[in-house]
Each structure stands twice: as C-alpha cells, then as structure tokens.
C-alpha cells in the first residue's frame, strides 16, 4: 500500500516526488513573475508605449488562452448571453484595463521591487473588501462555506489575525506611498567580462535600464494602490459571474479580447503616434512575448497545477519569494537603489500577508472541526463534507489577467 501511494504521487512516471515537484514549480513561478516586473520596467525604459504593451501582451495572451478554453471547456460553459457579455466586459475594465493600466504607470515612476512588494496586500485588500460588501466566495481568500458571508470573529484568534494583517498591509502601503526615506543601498556598475557577455548586455545598456530619474514617487505609489484595488475588486466582482459561468479560462478569454478593444480605443484618443506601434528594437520584442507567453499563458498553467495539487495556502504562502527575487534581479540587472522607506513599508505588507493567510488557515481548522462535529459519521469516515472541501479548493492567488 505504501508504494502504491508513492507511486500515485509521481506524475507521468517522473522520478521526482511530486512535493519536490510542486516546491519547484512554485519557485519557477515566482521567478517568472519576478522576470515581469523587470522586463516591464525595462520595456518601459527603453520607451514602449504605456498603452501599446498591454494591447501586444492581451491579444498574445487570448490567442494563448482560446484553444484551450474552446476544447476544455466544452462541457462545462454556459451559452453566451447579452448579459455574460456585459459582465465579462465591465470585469476586463476593473481586471485588465484598470488593472494593467495603473500597474505600468506605478511601475514607471517607482521600481519593480516596490511594484511587486505592493501586490502582497491583495489578499488583505480583497478581505477588507468582500467584508465591506459582504461578499460571499471571493477567488482570493476563500475559505467560507458556499452561500455564507465572510465573517469576522474578533473574539477568536483567526479574526483578530486577519484584521491585524488588513492593518500591517494598509500601514505598510501608507509607508511606501508617504515615506520614500533615504538611500540604503545603491549598487556599484560592475564591469562586464568575456566577449560574449559584452556582446549580449553591453554596460551601456544596462544603465540606460536602470531606475528612472526625475519620476514621481508618491503618485507612482498611488498608481500602484490603484493598481491592487482594482485587481482586489476584479476578484471580488468575479466570484458571482464564475458561480453563473464556471468556465475560468472562457472568462479570461472573453476578459482578455474586452481588454484589446478597451485599450485600443484609449489609444485611439491617447496615442496618436503611429511610430508607437512598431517595434524598435529585440528588446521591446522580447518584453512584449515574455508578458504575453510566460507571464500570461505558462505562469497561468503553472498556478492552476500547483493550486489543485498543494492547495491556495500552499500557493499564497511562496507569494513574497517574488518580492526577493525582484529585489535581487533588479539590484543586478537594473541597478535600482534601495531606499528605507520601501524596505519598511515591504517588510509590513509581507508581515501582514502572513497574518491574513494564518487566520485564513485557523478559521479553515474551525469551520472543518465544526462540520465533523455536526455531520453523521458515515461508516467511521473522517472526511469533511462535499461542500467544505470544494471551497477550499478555490484559488488564493488570483489567476488574472495581471498575475497570470
């Protein structure tokens, strides 16, 4: 029995235990995102339109997302309606346009390591939110039984940890926006060696990459907290629409060709240019097919595995390694600086991450010992009901359009 449950957990007769596999797979996810962030703020250092990118990003994307949706979801998607497509239009302006739109204007005034430090609030953003609305199911942090609000239990742990971490994330955001504080770290340009290198990367290059000069910090970090609550409220709007149409990859489908036209006609009144269309340079190229490809398409793949088999705390929890890879990345390929202020105010959001999951996770115990208690014993099983099981399997991380 022992080998056969070892063998189960091998997939496609891969020799690697399939937790190793997971771990690695997580840690392949979170450098591809980490690469989004570098590549975007070094495609908008070289001058690609803020506007532009997203248009080439979404419509590679669909074409990524449409055969699979198309013949995967055959049985499972609802016919199309006037509705659903009113629906799906409105989510592509709060998760696409809103979404992307704020993320490169935060991004091109600020740096990747605080864009991708700022995304850590999300899921105590969506929390904060669905409890304001009370709202039921949310993609995000979705530990509640189906057809029940979420609640918070101040005098129990779990709803105080959950608050505390709403509070670290907002206070840290707050440090971030308000207080950029001093230079504590400012990499040296290091000296390329090998010709092949040189070739490749020259140290002009790099330093035409690096942080931009003469930006807005402040406004870039409120673009960047416009950015999180529009991706926050893109998770909560869409938990009604997935319950009516449970087909996720037809959803972004649509989202994403919405997203397209919604694009192009900002850029009709926008983005007059012609010259901004065309692609100067392997650079441009190269970020535009990494955001489209990998960060949309193989990082949307990638998710869905390791959050059907590890589970969304699993997911959430390697969340901030992105953060550090960013860090680490941009530090070397970008030369960016590193002020108090930002370390801070990361330190904060990630500490309130933690706190928001660990009392997502105490709550998920008691609501399964409460539900063992109350339901029958069938035949001495112990496990939990159909419906506590199933909503622990939604996603924590959002599988968006931004994040995908």
Known sequence: MADAATGSKRIMGCSVPEKLQLHLAMLALQFGYAGFH???????????????????????????????????????????????????????????????????????NTSPTFASAIQNSVPAI????????????????????????????????????????TLFCVVGASVITLYKGPTIYSPSPVPLQGSFTTAIVSPTLLSSLGDAKGKNWTLGCIFLIGHCLSWSAWLVLQAPVLKKFPARLSVTSYQCFFGVLQFLVIAAFMERDPQAWLIHSGGELFSVFYAGVVASGIAFAVQIWCIDRGGPVFVAVYQPVQTLVVAIVASVALGEEFYLGGIIGAVLIITGLYLVLWGKNEERKFLLQKAAIQAPVDHGSN?????????????????????V
Not at 141 to 164: M, T
Request: contains cysteine; positive net charge.
């Open 38 to 108: 570098v590549v975007s703020r070094a495609a908008l250092n070289m001058g690609i339109s803020k506007i532009v990118f997203p248009v080439y990003r979404n419509v590679l994307a669909f074409i990524l997302l449409v055969p699979f949706a198309y013949f995967l979801e055959k049985k499972e998607r609802p016919a199309i309606t006037l509705s659903f497509l009113v629906q799906f239009f409105l989510l592509a302006v709060v998760g696409i346009t809103a979404n992307q739109g704020f993320y490169l204007l935060g991004l091109d």
């Open 126 to 165: 969506t929390f904060l939110m669905a409890v304001i609305l009370r709202q039921v199911q949310t993609p995000l942090i979705c530990f509640s039984i189906p057809g029940k609000i979420e609640q918070v239990r101040l005098n129990r742990k779990d709803g105080l940890a959950k608050v505390g971490g």
């Open 383 to 403: 496990r939990p009901p159909a419906h506590i099981k199933s909503s622990l399997a939604q996603p924590l991380l959002s599988q968006s359009p931004e994040n």
